[in-house]
């Protein structure tokens, strides 16, 4: 949320899905002044939590971050740069880099993250869109 919070492009609003995590991630985000919803159950995934958040999204444009990444202060604004140039423009993603890596599997999927064949690559990424 810092990264987030120190951007050059201001960032609104941040919405955080606490999907009943057990390290206060919810108590944490609330307390940095985000907008914390707790759906009646574990989604299941990441994608189940973006789901259940979309419905309360009120800007035009709407970006999925993890909540253990740490982006660039330019990250926002250089992901905004098409969809602001372009209305055409529909989506617009960055990979996540590892700044860290500690383990064997870890160094796996930076490996996968550089790789450029996508069907084969697992990486992970942020996303905007309209």
């Given at each position: 949320m810092i990264s987030l919070q120190g951007q050059s492009y201001a960032v609104t609003e941040i919405i955080v899905v606490d999907d009943y995590s057990t390290d206060a991630t919810g108590e944490i985000a609330r307390s940095l002044g985000a907008i914390v919803l707790r759906p009646p159950r574990n989604t299941g995934s990441k994608a189940g939590a973006q789901t259940f958040a979309l419905p309360h999204v009120r800007t035009e444009f709407c970006m999925a971050i993890d909540a253990d990444t740490a982006l660039a202060p330019d990250a926002v604004e250089r992901i905004m740069k098409p969809l602001l140039d372009?209305?055409?423009?529909?989506a617009a993603c960055g990979f996540v880099v590892p700044r860290h890596v500690s383990s064997?599997?870890?160094?796996?999927?930076?490996?996968?993250?550089?790789s450029p064949s996508p069907s084969t690559s697992r990486s992970r990424t942020f996303s905007a869109s309209r």
């Open positions: 372009d209305e055409a423009v529909a064997i599997w870890e160094r796996g999927a930076t490996s996968n993250i550089c």
